[in-house]
């Protein structure tokens, strides 16, 4: 039996750094705790990268205007929104940073967080939204991730087939 940890796609769409600086931070921690991951930003993603099975993915997107996404992340964003990808077999979590000072707080990671979940893929964790001040709730976030993780409910395991 072969058990290995799923890895870990952390994805961000950013206009002036915060969340950049957040998935930077996790993927450190990721390192640390020798989770494998790749740190990619909305632009540079490849969206046929979504057709990989067997990989978890961390969304964390800024939401700008009105509830639009990250200006370099609009193409990322409404490929998803239009749910023509096929997503099903994805295993993802939201985490969305905005300032419910707007009118529509974390608007572009709940339309994400939805898509995704429209078109049949699976949310490891509830959406977290961040407001303004992120560093602690994210830091929460980051915990019950890794706790998840120690229950190995983000873990694949691959059995031999038997016969
Ligand atoms: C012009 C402008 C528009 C914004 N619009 C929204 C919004 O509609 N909803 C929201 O939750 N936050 C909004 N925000 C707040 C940003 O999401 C917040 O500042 C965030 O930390 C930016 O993260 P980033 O540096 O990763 O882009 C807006 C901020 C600015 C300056």
């Not at 057709?51 to 969304?59: A, D």
């Not at 339309?111 to 977290?128: E, F, H, K, P, Y």
């Not at 915990?143 to 993780?149: A, D, G, K, Q, V």
């Amino acid at each position: 039996m072969n058990n290995s940890v799923r890895p870990l796609d952390i994805i961000f769409g950013t206009v002036t750094g915060n969340a950049q600086a957040l998935a930077e931070r996790f993927s450190d921690q990721c390192d640390q705790l020798n989770i494998p991951c790749t740190l990619t930003a909305a632009e540079d993603w490849a969206m046929e990268s979504f057709g990989v099975t067997g990989r978890n993915t961390v969304l964390i997107f800024s939401t700008w205007g009105d509830g639009e996404p990250p200006d370099d992340a609009i193409e990322f964003c409404e490929t998803l929104y239009d749910q023509k990808l096929p997503v099903s077999h994805l295993h993802y979590a939201v985490v969305a940073l905005g300032d419910s000072a707007y009118d529509d707080f974390c608007g572009c990671g709940r339309r994400l967080d939805d898509a995704l979940s429209n078109a049949g893929a699976t949310r490891i964790m509830d959406r977290v939204e961040l407001d303004v001040d992120f560093d602690d709730g994210f830091d929460a976030w980051m915990e019950s991730f890794f706790e998840l993780r120690s229950l190995q409910q983000l873990s694949t395991v691959t059995t031999n087939q038997v016969g």
